[in-house]
């Protein structure tokens, strides 16, 4: 499966943005889907993931109540509505699809068979 995110750019702490993760190749409703991020000089982080069945969603604490992944498998495609940015949400952004992911391990990037190209998003304070 190929995975494509867009929807990074640059905006002021306390906005909002809305990532796009599409998906060709095979149907989302397979896979579990995760969002993840990378900050200059940091390793990937965990941020959100939602199993297949819609509904279910984890995320990191740090953007508890903040952002929000959905996904929609008729159109492919899966999204994570942020909110209230701040300067530390400041990273590139990437999708993630995971066939065999599990419960236990849906924050660990090694769960995750595919990963989009990444978007950048760039939060001033």
């Known amino acids: 499966v190929q995975l494509q995110a867009s929807g990074g750019g640059l905006v002021q702490a306390g906005d909002s943005l809305r990532l796009s993760c599409a998906a060709s190749g095979r149907t989302l409703s397979s896979y579990v889907m995760g969002w993840f991020r990378q900050a200059p000089g940091k390793e990937r982080e965990f941020v959100a993931a939602?199993?297949?069945?819609?509904?279910?969603?984890y995320y990191t604490d740090s953007v508890k109540g903040r952002f929000t992944i959905s996904r929609d498998n008729t159109k492919n495609m899966v999204y994570l509505q942020m909110n209230s940015l701040k300067p530390e949400d400041t990273a590139v952004y990437y999708c993630?699809?995971?066939?065999?992911?599990?419960?236990?391990?849906?924050?660990?990037?090694?769960?995750?068979?595919?990963w989009g190209q990444g978007t950048l998003v760039t939060v001033s304070s």
């Open positions: 993630a699809a995971g066939s065999r992911t599990i419960t236990s391990m849906i924050r660990h990037p090694s769960a995750y068979d595919y």
């Open positions: 939602v199993r297949r069945s819609v509904g279910i969603t």
